[in-house]
T-cell receptor, first 117, second 112 residues
Framework: DGGITQSPKYLFRKEGQNVTLSCEQN?????MYWYRQDPGQGLRLIYY???????QKGDIAEGYSVSREKKESFPLTVTSAQKNPTAFYLC????????????????FGQGTRLTVV | GQNIDQPTEMTATEGAIVQINCTYQ??????LFWYQQHAGEAPTFLSY????GLEEKGRFSSFLSRSKGYSYLLLKELQMKDSASYLC?????????????FGTGTRLLVSP
């Protein structure tokens, strides 16, 4: 079955450490996104990518980094520069081009809950 | 940039109808989505509008007015399981890249 997979589901990080969150999709989607969600809040865009080897900063990119070496994969690194990383992180993907692209929604992974200890 | 506004919280009674509004400002509008999110879970897709008018899908309907930068999600025959957050999202193509931006979400509480 096609889908988008995030791992791990729960992640604990010590202060000062970098951690990488995995996001893999086998939907053949062009675009991939990373969002952060704090308790009781909406989704804030961290980074997005429309094509391999290219990505754009979202609204809250500081303290995060990404790569897009393969179409299927869009890992997010939370660096030590991110001062308040405890949050729920969601990865999504969507079609960009083609006749079906207009009405096609973004699909989400199940999320990674990151806690700083 | 983008600005998307939704009410923070709404309450309604089982069996009733509720309308959740969303207003947006964006320079590269290319579609509006509504998602449902239960606490601790990923959002799930409800509806999509790109042209003005009403889209109906079972108990859920969504309306769009591009000239007013306004959408609403209408939920009929409310059930307890409809207690969730409802997220309005706008697809923006202003930068030439497809960017999907979400509002802060509306938390709906359905009571018996």
């Amino acid at each position: 079955d096609g889908g988008i997979t995030q791992s791990p589901k729960y992640l604990f990080r010590k202060e000062g450490q970098n951690v990488t969150l995995s996001c893999e999709q086998n939907l053949n989607h062009d675009a991939m996104y990373w969002y952060r969600q704090d308790p009781g809040q909406g989704l804030r865009l961290i980074y997005y990518s429309q094509i391999v080897n290219d990505f754009q900063k979202g609204d809250i990119a500081e303290g995060y980094s990404v790569s897009r070496e393969k179409k299927e994969s869009f890992p997010l690194t939370v660096t030590s520069a991110q001062k308040n990383p405890t949050a729920f992180y969601l990865c999504a993907s969507s079609i960009v081009w083609g006749p079906a692209a207009g009405g096609t929604e973004a699909f989400f992974g199940q999320g990674t809950r990151l806690t700083v200890v | 940039g983008q600005n998307i506004d939704q009410p923070t919280e709404m309450t309604a009674t089982e069996g009733a109808i509720v309308q959740i509004n969303c207003t947006y400002q964006t320079s590269g509008f290319n579609g509006l989505f509504w998602y449902q999110q239960h606490a601790g879970e990923a959002p799930t897709f409800l509806s999509y509008n790109v042209l003005d008018g009403l889209e109906e899908k079972g108990r859920f309907s969504s309306f769009l007015s591009r000239s007013k930068g306004y959408s609403y999600l209408l939920l009929k025959e409310l059930q307890m399981k409809d207690s969730a957050s409802y997220l309005c999202a706008v697809r923006d193509m202003n930068t030439g890249f497809q960017k999907l931006v979400f509002g802060t979400g509306t938390r709906l509480l359905v009571s018996p």
